[in-house]
């Protein structure tokens, strides 16, 4: 199942070369919610792998953006001691423009431009 989430990119990690033929990359976004008039902000991290770590490189820190991941669970077990992780695995990212501030009109108003009045109200046309 595929999972989507939209909001600043405030990190870029380099990428990882965890072994000979496996490697990590990892970013993390903020993402903003207003509850009840406060604002909470959460900072996510994901992670990117393989011929996907380059996903990130055409971003800027500070933009906003959405992406597109996948939640995968791992059962890890070293001297006996059971463990899970969960990584937000990342697989697309698409630039995305910022909200319009309250009170602000996002679509501006343009007039179109006046043409200038013609002499005799014929056409200028030279044929």
Same mark, same amino acid.
């Given at each position: 199942m595929s999972f989507e989430i939209t909001g600043k990119l405030i990190v870029k990690y380099n %990428?990882?070369?965890?072994?000979? %033929?496996?490697k990590t990359r990892e970013f993390v976004i903020e993402k903003s919610d207003d509850i009840n008039g406060r604002v909470i902000n959460n900072y996510i991290k994901f992670q990117s792998v393989q011929d996907r770590t380059g996903i990130v490189d055409r971003f800027n820190e500070g933009e906003n953006v959405k992406v597109y991941f996948n939640i995968k669970g791992t059962r890890w077990e070293k001297d006996g001691k059971v463990n899970y992780i969960t990584n937000l695995d990342a697989w697309r990212m698409e630039s995305v423009m910022a909200a319009p501030a309250p009170g602000t009109d996002p679509m501006p108003n343009y007039s179109a431009p006046q043409m200038p009045a013609g002499g005799d109200g014929g056409d200028d046309l030279p044929f």
């Open positions: %990428t990882v070369q965890r072994s000979e %033929t496996f």
